[in-house]
């Protein structure tokens, strides 16, 4: 489903997909079967390489296990062997069409969970460019309140709104700001609406399907500050609830081969973006444009 994938819901489901596979590969992964997701996919991209769908959901499904691997395992080996074939799968997809928006999607997305927002900034902007949603806009809103830029927060969010994103992912990122601010019973008013009348809003941090629904405010945060992917951005609103944040804990040669990584992904979007330049997409470091 192109231009609708927001960072708090399970973004694997490609309503507009016919392929049968990507579609079993949604319900295995709705399961918590991972792993019967990866085998079925890897099946399909051998029969149909040029699939787009089937490439974006088994990078999808890669990131996935990358993340258990390291959040739940420990094991930063396993960790990189899927964070690589996630990566390649988003690139590859893009090398068969450069237009589509998901595997920019995606791809900031794990610069978040990685702790690189300015990356991810860029990332969500290149969606945008792509596939000028509203759910484009709340995304970048999302991000702005990591940052600590609250008004840009409110001006994209509202944007967004007026797009037509789905008010719930609005109502998210007024949360978090609410709760950045200090405003903790605010953001417990705007989690009990989601909770109540959008619940699938929080049972997602950064694309990971939490493993129990949170029922109050404070399990929510709790999930958050311990999530390497949530909780060093929301380090003082966290303290605020005396949460203790869990930041991600590498190995400097983990560390040196994420960057490798990086560095490979840069110059296959470069080589490929070259060739595209009325996409205007942005690949090297760039100032974030203000509102």
Request: proline share 5%.
């Amino acid at each position: 489903m192109r231009g609708v994938a927001s960072l708090v819901v399970l973004a694997l489901a490609l309503l507009s997909c016919t392929n049968a596979t990507v579609q079993h590969a949604e319900r295995l992964v709705s399961n918590g079967d991972l792993e019967g997701a990866r085998v079925a996919l890897e099946a399909e991209r051998q029969r149909e390489p040029e699939d787009v769908d089937v490439r974006v959901a088994l990078g999808e499904v890669y990131y996935k296990l990358a993340r258990n691997e390291l959040d739940s395992l420990g094991d930063e080996t396993a960790y990189l062997v899927y964070l690589e074939r996630s990566v390649d799968e988003f690139v590859s997809a893009l090398e068969i069409d450069p237009k589509d928006d998901r595997p920019h999607f995606y791809l900031a997305v794990m610069d978040a969970y990685r702790g690189d927002l300015p990356q991810a900034m860029r990332g969500f902007q290149n969606t945008r460019r792509l596939a000028p949603t509203g759910i484009a806009y709340t995304n970048i809103a999302e991000i702005y309140v990591y940052m600590g830029h609250r008004g840009k927060s409110r001006y994209f969010n509202a944007l967004g709104l007026r797009k037509g994103a789905p008010k719930s992912a609005v109502i998210f990122n007024e949360m978090l700001l609410k709760w950045k601010e200090g405003d903790v019973d605010g953001a417990r008013t705007r989690f009990r609406t989601l909770k109540n009348q959008h619940p699938e809003m929080v049972r997602n941090i950064n694309v990971a399907r939490l493993p129990t629904a949170p029922e109050e405010f404070e399990d929510f945060a709790g999930y958050c500050c311990r999530s390497p992917a949530c909780g060093p951005y929301m380090r003082d609103a966290c303290h605020d609830l005396s949460l203790e944040v869990h930041d991600r804990e590498l190995s400097k040669e983990t560390i040196l081969q994420e960057l490798r990584i990086e560095m490979e992904k840069t110059r296959r979007l470069n080589e490929l973006y070259e060739q595209r330049k009325e996409l205007k997409i942005e690949i090297e470091p760039t100032e974030a444009p203000a509102p």
